[in-house]
């Protein structure tokens, strides 16, 4: 009998620390890191032309969105299926291409807000690829926002507004 109670002592001391554990609140700092990598994993997906590991950094619902917004056009991709299908295109166009002339980004000015199962953030990128058959750099102001699925940060709303656009010669 003292055994059983001591083991059941234990068992419950146990389970008391994991779920003290779990309910541990993460610093806001590292929320931030954890969003902020999340970017970064899907562009470096992007740049090693790998759909899945793209796909694996967003929200995978009708309610997803990426914008683009450029020589006053906005293009909206509403939904999930609909960004995968373009994500799919523009793999294939950067297949197609050397690697030295496949786009490369340069993030930068992250300002990332929390609120708790939702995070949004602006940025600025610099972007280098090819443009219609041609070398072409832009600059871009980026509106994020990002929602936890399962504990993880994954993106709901991509929006790229380009501000400058030159064609290299």
Do not use: H
């Amino acid at each position: 009998m003292k055994t059983t109670c001591c083991l059941l002592a234990v068992i419950a001391g146990l389970i008391t620390s994991a779920v003290a554990s779990r309910a541990a609140p993460i610093s806001a700092e590292t929320e931030k890191a954890a969003v902020k990598a999340v970017l970064e994993e899907e562009k470096n997906a992007y740049l090693a032309l790998d759909e899945a590991r793209m796909a694996a950094t967003w929200i995978q619902q009708p309610s997803s969105m990426k914008l683009f917004v450029y020589d006053g056009k906005e293009i909206p991709i509403n939904g999930y299926a609909a960004i995968a299908a373009r994500t799919r295109k523009d793999l294939e166009g950067e297949r197609t291409l050397e690697s030295a002339s496949r786009s490369r980004f340069e993030f930068s000015n992250y300002r990332i807000t929390l609120q708790g199962d939702s995070a949004w953030l602006t940025c600025n990128v610099r972007w280098e690829g090819v443009a219609a058959g041609s070398p072409a750099t832009s600059m871009q102001s980026r509106v994020y926002v990002l929602q936890k699925e399962n504990d993880r940060w994954k993106i709901a709303l991509m929006a790229i507004s380009q501000l400058t656009f030159e064609k290299k010669t």
